[in-house]
T-cell receptor, first 110, second 115 residues
Framework: EDQVTQSPEALRLQEGESSSLNCSYTVSGLRGLFWYRQDPGKGPEFLFTLYSAGEEKEKERLKATLTKKESFLHITAPKPEDSATYLCAVQALGTDKLIFGTGTRLQVFP | DTGVSQDPRHKITKRGQNVTFRCDPISEHNRLYWYRQTLGQGPEFLTYFQNEAQLEKSRLLSDRFSAERPKGSFSTLEIQRTEQGDSAMYLC?????????????FGPGTRLTVT
């Protein structure tokens, strides 16, 4: 069964304190792995797609990496506005549906 | 910038009533998806369309749920005989078939509360 597990469930950081979020996955055949950001009461906002092991993508203070079993979202020198829930999802070959993890709730304090 | 829009944003209904939600995708997108999200969980897939054809439906979707996408434009999701367990955020997303994987862009959601 295709599955996504995210850790930690919650993370509190001081402004400027870099850290990483983990997304472990099992999927029959990976078409893509997606990272989304979700603010309270809003829909998920697309961040990155990763297709194959070894791939990396960057956007501002965020960098996503992919291996055959997991993905990391690295946050460098975070700011309070980076506070949100970060969701990881996989898409298997032969289907469009996204299978999401439960997310990591990030809080960045000034 | 016209993203995915959903209407209504909030709906409170009594148990046993029927409700209908509407989703308008990004105009050039040909695929449309429905997900449901409960507190503390990630979105859970319900169904998706390519143009007007419903291509996949979750096995978890009960017979009380039905979705349509007439003429391949907007979509509606209807829940009949609502139950308290239907209380959730209903999310719509759309995508354009291109490249290797189809990024899905989400709307703001419809928050359903069943009393």
């Amino acid at each position: 069964e295709d599955q996504v597990t995210q850790s930690p469930e919650a993370l509190r950081l001081q402004e400027g304190e870099s850290s990483s979020l983990n997304c472990s996955y099992t999927v029959s055949g990976l078409r893509g792995l997606f990272w989304y950001r979700q603010d309270p009461g809003k829909g998920p906002e697309f961040l990155f797609t990763l297709y194959s092991a070894g791939e990396e993508k960057e956007k501002e203070r965020l960098k996503a990496t992919l291996t055959k079993k997991e993905s990391f979202l690295h946050i460098t020198a975070p700011k309070p506005e980076d506070s949100a829930t970060y969701l990881c999802a996989v898409q298997a070959l032969g289907t469009d549906k996204l299978i999401f993890g439960t997310g990591t709730r990030l809080q960045v304090f000034p | 910038d016209t993203g995915v829009s959903q209407d209504p944003r909030h709906k409170i209904t009594k148990r046993g009533q029927n409700v209908t939600f509407r989703c308008d995708p990004i105009s050039e997108h040909n695929r449309l998806y429905w997900y449901r999200q409960t507190l503390g969980q990630g979105p859970e897939f319900l169904t998706y369309f390519q143009n007007e054809a419903q291509l996949e439906k979750s096995r978890l979707l009960s017979d009380r749920f039905s979705a349509e996408r007439p003429k391949g434009s907007f979509s509606t999701l209807e829940i009949q005989r609502t139950e308290q367990g239907d209380s959730a955020m209903y999310l719509c997303a759309s995508s354009l078939i291109s490249g290797r994987a189809y990024e899905q862009y989400f709307g703001p959601g419809t928050r359903l509360t069943v009393t």
